[in-house]
């Protein structure tokens, strides 16, 4: 009887993982034509200077809304895009969308767009940018490519020279999720960072004065000040979180507290209504006491 469960169990594996594998062929072949047939969005998360207290720009984030399954997560198809190639094209298409889209706002608001490890093999990549750039005349300080470490973990001369490329056009790089995966302080060194994204997973407990993440996110901010970079932390969910990073020293916050990603009419919207003055109060954080 054991053995005939295990073999049940067995088969139910194997059907699960069929079923896995299908549903992965199933959304590639999909997401080849969900370009073509307008189910990709590019969402705008606000990223605020609580230093300073305003708005300092947004980060474009991809959405794929699937005429059966709905919305698909990030999560899920971008590692599908990448390991089927679509990325290149994909990526190339938020940058191009997100260059047009924040051109329009005024100039002290910055852009940040993801950009894949795997966007890196591809030798055009800087001749993309330069491109995207240039057809929505976006001056380049207010671009920022947030990049993983995962574009280091196969360090190629191409990589190099890309990030050297990209440096000398004016655009900003960020380090983002950092903290997660191996994190070696080398990666630092590997480009001309001007940003550490503190990840998400660093936030929680921020809040309370004995936070086990509390050191770490200090002793993140000490190393970015003392390399003359900024810091953004992710993933910001309540007031009192904004607070307690806006005491530590983190330039820049984003996350819930301060919106969700939104549409560009919604992001235009903010952006107007900060401007002159009316968003505020609805977007400044409540003070603790
Ligand atoms: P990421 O670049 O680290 O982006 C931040 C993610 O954290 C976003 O998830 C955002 O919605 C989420 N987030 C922000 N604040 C909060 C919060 O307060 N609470 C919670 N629970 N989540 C928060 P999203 O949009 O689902 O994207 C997930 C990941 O997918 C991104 O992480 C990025 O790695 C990737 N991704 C999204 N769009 C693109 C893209 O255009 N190109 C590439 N290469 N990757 C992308
Ligand atoms: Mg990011
Ligand atoms: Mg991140
Ligand atoms: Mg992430």
């Known amino acids: 009887a054991a053995k005939q469960a295990g073999r049940g169990a067995y088969r139910f594996y194997e059907a699960s993982m069929r079923t896995a594998a299908e549903t992965r062929r199933s959304l590639e072949m999909d997401l080849r034509g969900a370009l073509a047939s307008d189910q990709l969005q590019v969402v705008y998360q606000p990223i605020f200077d609580v230093q300073q207290d305003r708005l300092a720009g947004f980060e474009a984030l991809l959405r ?39 051109g329009q706002w005024p100039e002290h608001i910055r852009i940040a767009v993801n950009l894949s490890p795997v966007q890196f093999y591809n030798t055009g990549l ?11 005349q976006i001056t380049p300080d207010r671009v920022e490519l947030e990049i993983t470490e ?22 900003r790089l960020a380090l983002d999720d950092f903290g997660t995966g191996y994190s070696s302080l080398g990666y630092l060194r590997k480009a001309s960072f001007s940003k550490i994204k503190i990840d998400r997973s660093f936030i ?8 086990e993440n509390v050191p770490i996110v200090r002793a993140v901010v000490a190393l970015a000040d003392s390399l003359g970079m900024i810091t953004t932390a992710e993933g910001a969910e309540t007031p009192e979180e904004i607070h307690a990073l806006r005491n530590i020293g983190c330039t820049q916050v984003q996350g819930f507290a301060y919106g969700k990603p939104m ?24 003070e603790t006491r």
């Open 64 to 102: 794929w809304s699937h005429p059966v399954r709905g919305m698909v997560s990030p999560e899920q198809f971008i590692p599908i895009a990448e390991e089927s190639g679509l990325i290149s094209s994909l990526g190339e298409w938020v940058l191009r969308t997100a260059c047009m889209e924040a």
């Open 263 to 286: 549409s560009y009419e919604a992001a235009s919207a903010l952006v107007a209504s900060m401007e002159s003055g009316t968003g505020h109060a609805i977007l400044k954080p409540r």
């Open 126 to 136: 800087s001749s993309t940018v330069m491109s995207a750039l240039a057809s929505s």
């Open 150 to 171: 995962g574009v280091f973990l196969q360090e190629t001369n191409t990589t190099r020279l890309t990030l050297q490329q990209l440096h000398e056009m004016g655009v």
């Open 204 to 211: 929680r407990g921020i809040d309370s004065p004995d936070g």
